[in-house]
């Protein structure tokens, strides 16, 4: 049985503890949090669990060998980097850290330590994901032309990060588990309506190698939520929409193709596109929790020595697509190169 500490009571916190006790491998040790209220408040639901508001009584415990940080994300870098260095696991809300200079330095720490570090790319844990990913690694949608992302809603807003990075950060993570592989440039445009400086709403375009393009809008001021997925390949499409509990994904068995030049014979209605629309199936979808999964495969990671799903090199690689697409929207939606990570540690 792990003992956990999780650090960071406020919004994420109180469903990471929920989820470090159910899955029956990790027990709660310590609640910290330098906001009392909040601290105090999930305490009540966790009695045997310490609260403190001091992070050095949670390093300096030697029975604790795993922490979960879900904490502001200009902290996550300093944190993480205190609790590595103390020999401990550690899982990290995304994303990783602010920029892509530090995230490294975490990565390379955890190696040198032999530690376990984790990314909270809670989505990369969602079973209709990964029924997506299957048809695409399978190959049953044929060659992927283009993806596309939607994430929306009125709220929650934040005010130390932009929607980019606290949205389309997930969808960053999950297009580089499809395509296993990064982009290699992007071009992104955001807008301010609420707080000076942070993004309400941006609309980002990577492109991979081979022409593949993936669109992700992000916004929490939108009238509608929205959790949505669309991967269009040559053969077939599939629609993954979070948000639809019964049958959240949708494989089409659609596509258009070009007649074989031996049925064309010259008039110009005949030089039309095949289009083949065979309907829809709903491929089975298991039924657990993302939430409970991740922190499921964080336990087993630490027990057998597993490389987590969503590593550090992966939180890195996120940080890296993220803070090349705010770039891009500080200059005008220029094109930005991605320098993709996970070479050279």
Known sequence: ????????????????????????????????DTNPQNLYALARRYPHAKPTTDIDEVIDDPAVDAVFISTPTATHYTLGKRVLEAGKHVLIEKPLTTNSREAPELVRLAEKQGCVLMVGHVFEYNPAIRVVDDLIKSGELGEIYYMSFERTNLGPVRTDVSALWDLAAHDAAIMCAF?????ISVTAKGQCYLNSGIDDVVFATFNFEHGVAAHLH????????????????????AVCDDLDLRQPVRLYDKHIGMPALSEITGTFLQHKTLVVDSGATIPVVQ????????????????????????????GWRVVTLIEAASESIARNSIVVPVKAPGSGL
């Open 1 to 32: 049985m792990h003992r956990a500490a999780l650090v960071g009571t406020g919004y994420w916190g109180p469903n990471l503890a929920n989820s470090i006790e159910r899955t029956g491998k990790g027990v709660l040790q310590y609640l910290c």
């Open 179 to 183: 395509m296993s592989a990064a982009p």
């Open 218 to 237: 992000a916004s929490w001021l939108n009238p509608n939520k929205v959790r949505q997925v669309t991967v269009v390949g040559s053969r077939k499409m």
């Open 287 to 314: 039924t657990k929790e993302p939430l409970l999964s991740e922190v499921d495969d964080f336990f087993d990671c630490i027990t057998y020595g597993k490389k987590p799903r969503a590593d550090g090199v992966s």
